[in-house]
């Protein structure tokens, strides 16, 4: 039996409660709502996580691992809006996201980066504008957690059809996410097995769920860190 606890866990972040102590006076209702929105969607996730580990029916697993990237993604684009407010990048709070807008071009590069928080972040604050380049990369899904983790947000909460796959060896997520129809495979001659397309990197869900929540919870740590000791060395 799934045992679930009556109040949600708060996740222990050092770092998260320095900076409240920071801006715990601030008159910015959106940075102060946003600093609380961080703990409380990665309290979310945990909550789930727990859940997750305790289950074994196919659909709880699915549930459960969807509901901790879902909650993961919303932590790390409410951190968005307190480095929008932080270091008052300008950035419109509908227009507000964590990641790079993906519409760059050469031509008009300059005018997008008005509206792209994280190239206002490079341009006022080097150090962690690095940080976020280096730990929240947009290349492949494949091999970047954080854009496979944009993307198997983006399939759970758009795209209606199975994301997982279920054989008699586990429960594996897609490589990517964003591939919407079946792939061929091929068979493995040394692990004597048939490898399904786009299920080449054996993601187990339960694991994979858990790696997820553990990086997201470091670098939004990390990120706290950076912050506090920029305040702190300014002011």
Known sequence: ?????????????????????????????????AHTTVRSRLGFAGMHLSILRQAENISMIRAMSEDVMINLMSSLEA????????????????SVTIYHKSYHNEKKHKEQTKSCLRCR?????????????????????????FNGLIEYRNQILHRQHLIAYSTSNGYFL???????????????????????????KRRRIKEYTEFLYEI????????????????????
């Open 1 to 33: 039996m799934i045992t679930i606890k009556d109040e949600v866990p708060k996740p222990d972040l050092p770092n998260w409660e320095k900076f409240g102590k920071l801006i715990e006076k601030s008159p910015n209702d959106i940075l102060r709502v």
């Open 79 to 94: 951190m968005g809006h307190i480095l929008n407010a932080f270091y008052a990048l300008g950035i419109d709070y509908y």
């Open 121 to 145: 972040l490079n341009e006022v604050n080097s150090p962690l504008g690095d940080f976020l380049d280096k730990f929240l990369k947009t290349g492949s899904p494949v091999e970047d957690w």
């Open 174 to 200: 897609p490589d990517d996410p964003s591939i919407l129809g079946p792939q061929g495979g091929y068979f493995d001659r040394e692990r004597k097995r048939f490898v399904t397309g786009n299920f080449t």
């Open 216 to 235: 997201v919870m470091e670098v939004i740590e990390d990120i706290f860190a950076i912050m506090v000791e920029e305040y702190l060395q300014t002011n």
